[in-house]
């Protein structure tokens, strides 16, 4: 017998007819609204398609390029999409370095306007994880061994 999670119809996917028994003792009990006469459509989005055979997915460069800026890994914009993360680096690589640049740029920018402005432990912070920042800077001139003098 197939599954009626995987059966899909012109009028939309099949749904099931109860909502999932919820254990109330531990979550707040929570209904599913039924809908009115509920409309579904078609979306046709433009993108690169990457995949072969039935894994074949088109995926928008735009909507890399902007989970890409939030901070998103490859991990979570792989799974956005399901894909596979070597797949979204050979297809998107130039989009992801180009997204966390600009990133890195707001960062800055947002560090130096808002330093002098309010609390700027959340900036230092992220300037840590992201950019690398440390509190102890180093010069590598320093680093080098001194001169013998005989």
């Known amino acids: 017998m197939e599954n009626n999670e995987d059966q ?3 009028e939309g996917p099949v749904l099931p007819s109860e909502a999932p028994i919820q254990d109330t003792d531990k979550y707040p009990t929570w209904e599913y609204p039924e809908r009115r006469d509920p409309k579904w459509g078609e979306v046709t989005k433009q993108g690169l398609i990457v995949g072969r055979g039935a894994r074949q997915r088109v995926i928008p460069p735009d909507d890399v390029y ?3 800026t ?3 890994p490859d991990r979570e914009i792989a799974e956005w999409f399901d894909i596979s993360e070597s797949t ?3 297809n998107f690589s130039s989009y ?3 997204a966390r640049s600009q990133l890195k740029q707001r960062l800055r920018q947002a560090q130096l306007r808002v330093a002098f402005e309010g609390n700027p432990t959340m900036l230092i912070w992220l300037g840590k994880q992201i950019l690398s920042q440390v509190d102890t800077p180093y010069n590598n001139e ?3 061994p001194l001169p013998w003098t005989d």
Do not use: E, H, N, P
């Open 66 to 68: 902007r989970l890409a």
């Open 8 to 10: 899909v119809t012109s």
């Open 142 to 144: 320093d680093q080098q």
């Open 70 to 72: 939030m901070g998103c």
């Open 88 to 90: 979204l680096r050979y």
């Open 96 to 98: 992801l370095t180009k």
